[in-house]
């Protein structure tokens, strides 16, 4: 059974009349007539009573009526999903962020993907490292990695979407707190609450804003994880020095300051390189739209998933990958 015999049989019983559907489907009513008769006997029954007056569906022909309505109309939604992929606008995306982005980052990112691209499926793993992100992109475990610079290993493509000042953070009671703004330092016989993580990018920022001041920063505790980090801080356990995002996570007891003379700390999309699928490049543009005056992306060859975004290629910068 070919479905333009089904196409045919459903004109046909739509109007009960071999010469207005012959005319709907542009065909000439007797080669109509006979792909009906050859649908008929394909299935060996009658599908049409037909007499010199009118047509009318048998029994047989009101069931297949009704089937060859949800088969058509299933077709027709398949040809048109996967147009849909074909064209970046639809499919599953998956989607990993540092600790702090997904708090910061993630929500306008979600949002607009949902209103650019509402038939895309993006699947989100936060708590991502940059090296963990960098296999994923190449194992195809992830399609696109929000993480701080640079990229490790090869064949990964980024740009950068957010350059964040470095900012400080105490207890309430802490003696900075009342100080709207802060010299780095102020902090040189402070206790610092860093990530447990060799591979953060967040501590190598921290570490050279303090060596630019003059000091080594002390190192009281240290946190698996951005909330535990803030838990600690807030307790008076010591102080931090995390990205300017970090402002998105409130926390009872804690105060965030303002380090005139702080660095600064990279944010960027990265994809594996020759990345070819559709959908990515539509969630990747959405992204890079999003955050294009917020950043400037550093220059550089490489690979694109999209023909709109510029890209650079792993950096030779000499500090290490992130935590959140």
């Not at 300017?244 to 965030?256: K, M, N, Q």
């Not at 694109?304 to 500090?319: E, G, I, Q, W």
Request: charged share 20%.
């Amino acid at each position: 059974m070919e479905l333009r015999h089904l196409r045919y049989f459903a004109a046909v019983a739509e109007t009960c009349h071999f010469g207005q559907a012959a005319t709907q489907l542009h065909v000439a009513q007797p080669a109509l007539s006979y792909a009906i008769r050859q649908l008929e006997s394909e299935l060996d029954v009658t599908l049409f009573a037909r007499t010199t007056r009118q047509v009318a569906l048998t029994p047989a022909g009101e069931y297949l009526r009704g089937e060859a309505e949800r088969i058509l109309a299933d077709v027709d939604d398949a040809v048109e999903g996967v147009r849909r992929i074909a064209a970046g606008r639809s499919g599953m995306v998956r989607l990993g962020l540092t600790g702090i982005a997904a708090f910061s980052h993630l929500p306008r990112i979600a949002r607009l993907v949902k209103r650019e691209l509402p038939d895309v499926d993006l699947r989100i793993q936060s708590d991502m490292l940059t090296p963990v992100q960098c296999d994923g992109l190449r194992s195809l475990s992830i399609d696109l990695g929000v993480l701080r610079p640079p990229v490790v290993g090869e064949d990964i493509e980024m740009r950068l979407i957010d350059i964040e000042p470095m900012v400080l953070a105490v207890s309430v009671d802490h003696r900075l707190a009342v100080e709207p703004v802060v010299s780095v330092g102020d902090l040189r016989n402070e206790m610092f609450v860093m990530y447990d993580s060799r591979d953060s990018a967040v501590n190598d920022a921290a570490v050279r804003t303090c060596h630019r001041a003059g000091f080594v920063p002390q190192r009281a505790h240290q946190a698996p994880g951005t909330a535990v980090l803030l838990a600690l801080v807030a307790a008076g356990m010591g102080v931090a020095v995390l990205p300017a995002s970090v402002r998105s996570l409130p926390l009872e007891g804690l105060v965030i300051r303002d380090l005139v003379d702080a660095g600064t700390v990279e944010l960027a999309l990265a994809w594996r390189s020759g990345q070819d699928n559709p959908v990515v490049e539509s969630v990747a543009d959405v992204i890079a739209g999003a955050f294009s005056a917020d950043a400037t992306p550093a220059p550089g060859t490489g690979g694109r998933p999209s023909a709109d975004l510029d890209t650079h290629r792993s950096p030779s910068d000499t500090y290490v990958g992130e935590h959140p």
